[in-house]
Structures are given as C-alpha cells and as structure tokens.
C-alpha cells in the first residue's frame, strides 16, 4: 500500500480534479490518499471537500491554520506522524499521474530507499490528456527538483518528519533528502521514464514585497530557508523538530482564539516590540493572550515630526512592516508549535496576535 499525501491551500480546483483523476486510472490501485487542506478559506475547503468526497480513496482533513504562513512541512508531518508503516508519497495538486505510476512505485520500494521522480513540465494552453505521456512534448525537470518523492514511513517517522523551520517557499524538500543521506540511507533519482506531468499555472509563489500586505509575508524568507539548508549539510543533521511535531491547530483552539478578548494594545515604538517579544513572551507560560499592535497615534503627529527635523530627542519607531517581519520571524522560531491565529488589518494600519502558550 502506498500513501499518497496531497499539501493543499486555496489552489485551482480544476487542476486538483484532474490530479485526482488521472489515479483514478491507476492500473493497480493498491494506494490510499490524504488530502490536507492546511487552512484553506472557508469557501473553498467547503468546494474542495465536496471534491474529495467523490473519490473513495480520499482521506479529506482540514487544518485550522488559515491565519498562519503556509507550512508544507507540517502539513505533510501531520500524516506522516499517524502513519503505521508503508511508504508515502508526497504529491502536489498540479501532478498527473501516469496510469502505471503506483504499479512502478510499488516495484521501486526499498526500506533503505528514497526515490524522487522526474517531471515533464506541460506549456500552457497545452490540453491535459494522458497522451503527453507518449508524445514527450514537454520540459523535463533535472536532479536539483525534489519535490515528488517516495519515501519509507519508518524512515520519516525516526527523523521526525520534514524540518518545520520552513515556512512559505523553500528547501524542506530537499532538505529531507540531505538528511535522510546523512542518516545513511540512499536517495535515488528515477528518470528512465516521465511518470508525472505537471499541469501549468502562473507561479502561486507571490512575489516578495517590500510593504505590509494583507497576505502574510517576512522579507528575505527564501534566502533564510537556504541558509538554514545550507546549515543542515554543513551540521551532518539527520533528525529534526521538537518531540512536538506534526501538530496542527485544531478546530476547538481555532474557536477559542478567535473570541478571545483582547489583553494589551500597544504601539510600534521599538522599545514597546522588543519587550513583547524579548521579555514578556517568555513569561507567558500556560494562558492565552490577545495582542493588537497599531501605529503610534504620536508618531503621526506634527509636534513629532517637527522634533525630528529640528533633531531633537523622539521615540524611535519601527515601521508597521518591520513590526510584522519580526513577530511572524519570532512565531516561526519558537512558538510554531503552539496554536496562534495572526492577522493583518484590512486598512494596513494594524496587526493582531492571539496565541495559546
């Protein structure tokens, strides 16, 4: 049997149902789907679950972390960690499958094994057909593509799981390829056949900008996830995350996040963030707090910004953006574990934590 685990948030639904389709058409359908919705909107995970359901070989689960920075690898850890044994693939919404792909990954399990297939990439406006397959009309990925691979689960399990760590984009793939090597066992390359197409899309992978946004961003995130890739070769490191890992927010913390009362409202003077972060997180041990951070009332003032042209003593600030850049930095680095629901005011002029520590 092989498990097959789909990571999924807000994406293409008819994409997703041409995925599902083409196994449908397994020629040896020994295999088993789950399907985590990591916190879609509600409007689509009602769509997408509809969708599922017509499949019986869908397990669908939803992941209350809507108001979080996407997270690949706690998603996929969430299965992997309930998993009894077997192999696993993780998938991706946009892959067909080749109508023999389970039959030919069955031949290629080995327990000190890890195999990661080659892909042909379809154009768009191409026609997605399971002739593809046979015309090879397609870009093919090379090795530095990791993404799509086949894993033994007791070897994931003993690693605990990918790195969670990495949040938005970025390297946990391959990352659990060089820590599973580093753990002695083999991670094996398949390309003497294109066994998955991937469907074309404008790239999800947003753009990186400067200012706050609603949607939630840090600055220089991928560059951070390669650093501490490259971290992870350097350090031989095989085994990964807390003993707390594969844990993801449930329904009845999300609720009670969400009503919860507001505690403090501060503003973006530095010395008012640094302390939130540096001296009262720490202290906050077992309760839950509700934080709103809003942009000086002061610091838009005209008596302060003629103090600072005339270079008199003022309030040092952080901007609204820094603010979010170093709470979301700070959430990823030591309290990923802990349920929190964090959001962006509508007019930009806001930011609001609510966390269960």
């Known amino acids: 049997m092989l498990s097959i685990i789909y990571p999924y948030r807000n994406r293409n639904l008819q994409g997703v149902k041409r995925s599902l389709d083409s196994l449908r058409s397994q020629t040896k359908p020994t295999f088993e789907v789950f ?12 769509q997408v679950k509809e969708l599922c359901a017509k499949y019986s070989f869908i397990n669908y689960r939803y992941a209350f972390n809507q108001h979080q920075p996407w997270n690949k690898s706690r998603a996929l850890n969430s299965v992997i960690k309930t998993l009894v ?28 094994k890890s195999t990661y297939f080659q892909v042909g990439f379809l154009s768009e ?8 397959f046979t015309t090879g009309d397609y870009r093919k990925s090379t090795r530095e593509a990791t993404g799509l691979s086949m894993f033994p689960v007791r070897v994931l399990q003993d690693l605990r799981g990918f790195d969670e760590f990495y949040h938005f ?10 820590r599973i090597e580093n753990a002695g066992y083999e991670v094996k390359f398949y390309d003497k056949e294109i066994l998955l197409l991937h ?8 753009e990186e900008r ?22 992870a070769i350097q350090k031989n490191t095989t085994a990964t995350n807390r003993e707390e890992w594969g844990v993801v927010t449930s329904k009845e913390d999300f609720e009670f996040l969400d009503q919860l009362k507001t505690d403090q409202c501060i503003d973006n003077e ?4 640094d302390d939130l972060l540096y001296g009262q997180f720490p202290s906050f041990k077992n309760r839950a707090v509700k934080i709103e951070i809003k942009k000086s009332l002061y610091q838009r003032s005209l008596k302060y910004k003629l103090k600072r042209i005339l270079r008199k003593k003022v309030p040092e600030y952080y901007t609204l953006k820094e603010v979010n850049d170093l ?3 700070h959430l990823i680095s030591f309290y990923r574990t802990r349920p929190y629901i964090y959001m962006v005011d509508d007019n930009l002029d806001s930011l609001t934590l609510s966390i269960k520590l």
């Open 270 to 273: 530095k010395r008012k963030i």
């Open 327 to 329: 709470v979301l930095l």
């Open 210 to 231: 400067k200012t706050l946004t609603r949607e939630l961003q840090i600055n220089g995130i991928v560059q951070l996830n390669h650093q501490h890739l490259q971290w």
């Open 199 to 206: 469907q074309w899309h404008p790239s999800y992978r947003r």
């Open 169 to 178: 984009w970025g390297a946990e793939d391959t990352d659990m390829h060089v």
């Open 85 to 112: 044994s077997g192999y696993c693939f993780v998938a991706d919404v946009d892959i067909i499958f080749h109508p023999e792909f389970i039959q030919k990954a069955i031949q290629l399990q080995d327990l000190n």
């Open 35 to 46: 399907f985590i919705d990591y916190g879609s909107s509600p409007e689509t995970a009602f």
């Open 125 to 132: 406006g191409d026609e997605v057909t399971q002739n593809h």
